[in-house]
T-cell receptor, first 110, second 113 residues
Framework: QKEVEQNSGPLSVPEGAIASLNCTYSDRVSQSFFWYRQYSGKSPELIMSIYSNGDKEDGRFTAQLNKASQYVSLLIRDSQPSDSATYLCAVTGSARQLTFGSGTQLTVLP | EAGVTQSPTHLIKTRGQQVTLRCSPISGHTSVYWYQQALGLGLQFLLWYDEGEERNRGNFPPRFSGRQFPNYSSELNVNALELEDSALYLC????????????FGPGTRLLVL
């Protein structure tokens, strides 16, 4: 079983719609959770971090964490073509390094 | 504030050669992490350095090694290059205390022929 799993996609949404990206993790001691965006050929760029259960909002982005279900999600409201990228879910546990999911490729259609 | 920097941006080597990649963290960050992103394999953790010490390493052979200097910059060395070492090598930095968020540099793209 992979430690961090993401819906593999690809995911396509029309411009202005809500994009929903999901991630589950297997290590119950996981402590910190991150969403990164990676454009093709570029390095990952941090979008959101979340540490406690509930929702965290930053502009058009909302991260949701449910530790009991070992589930973290990212909602992108009013999706724009510039949001088209691969979204990486990452988790840290007792060790500080990030464990990444395989990523979900999002395409926002104009 | 300058972000994480890496050099070189691109590199072409042949099998059996050795390569050194360099990383400078964000000012004030003491932890440096190295990751490998090979095509189709996702981002894999390689090494973590803090305060000049190797704190953890991922599931990679010993020919992957590195070090961290007193100014917190870091080198990643790969000996006896193999074709499957072709990848984007990413460096990230973070504060050790009070924060775990890692910020990535632009990466070094290595091609082994």
């Amino acid at each position: 079983q992979k430690e961090v799993e993401q819906n593999s996609g690809p995911l396509s949404v029309p411009e202005g719609a809500i994009a929903s990206l999901n991630c589950t993790y297997s290590d119950r001691v996981s402590q910190s959770f991150f969403w990164y965006r990676q454009y093709s050929g570029k390095s990952p760029e941090l979008i959101m971090s979340i540490y406690s259960n509930g929702d965290k909002e930053d502009g058009r982005f909302t991260a949701q964490l449910n530790k009991a279900s070992q589930y973290v999600s990212l909602l992108i409201r009013d999706s724009q073509p510039s949001d088209s990228a691969t979204y990486l879910c990452a988790v840290t546990g007792s060790a500080r390094q990030l464990t990444f999911g395989s990523g979900t490729q999002l395409t926002v259609l104009p | 504030e300058a972000g994480v920097t890496q050099s070189p941006t691109h590199l072409i080597k042949t099998r059996g050669q050795q390569v050194t990649l360099r990383c400078s963290p964000i000012s004030g960050h003491t932890s440096v992490y190295w990751y490998q992103q090979a095509l189709g394999l996702g981002l894999q953790f390689l090494l973590w350095y803090d305060e000049g010490e190797e704190r953890n390493r991922g599931n990679f052979p010993p020919r992957f090694s590195g070090r961290q200097f007193p100014n917190y910059s870091s080198e990643l060395n790969v000996n006896a290059l193999e074709l499957e070492d072709s990848a984007l090598y990413l460096c990230a930095s973070s504060l050790l205390t009070g924060g775990e968020t890692q910020y990535f540099g632009p990466g070094t793209r290595l091609l082994v022929l």
